[in-house]
Nanobody, 121 residues
């Protein structure tokens, strides 16, 4: 199972930027569809952005035009660049690797431990 470690969270003022990183342990990182999710207090975890092994991306409507997901397969890392941050972006952000199957071979997905992002003046 791939292990994921997030970093880059912190406290930022409204309108500011942060870049989250998620480092994966597996050399097969490139086959996984990777995603960033977030969970605010009292709310369900929600998808923020997702990137396939081929580089196709999709975003939650609330972050379109402000957040960018990218990946560097040579570094086994996925990133989330967050610009124009708003207080409502405050949440714990989690990295996810989706389960991958090809034929009879499957690789289980996993979650990172989360990193706190707080947007406040």
């Amino acid at each position: 199972q791939v292990q994921l470690v997030e970093s880059g969270g912190g406290l930022v003022q409204p309108g500011g930027s942060l870049r989250l990183s998620c480092a994966a342990s597996a050399s097969i990182f490139s086959i996984f569809t990777m995603g960033w999710y977030r969970q605010a207090p009292g709310k369900q975890r929600e998808l923020v952005a997702r990137i396939t092994s081929g580089g196709s991306t999709n975003y939650a409507d609330s972050v379109k035009g402000r957040f960018t997901i990218s990946r560097d397969n040579a570094k086994n890392t996925v990133y989330l660049q967050m610009n124009s941050l708003k207080p409502e972006d405050t949440a714990v952000y989690y990295c996810n690797a989706e389960r991958y199957c090809r034929g009879n071979v499957c690789y289980e997905g996993s979650w990172g431990q989360g990193t706190q992002v707080t947007v406040s003046s």
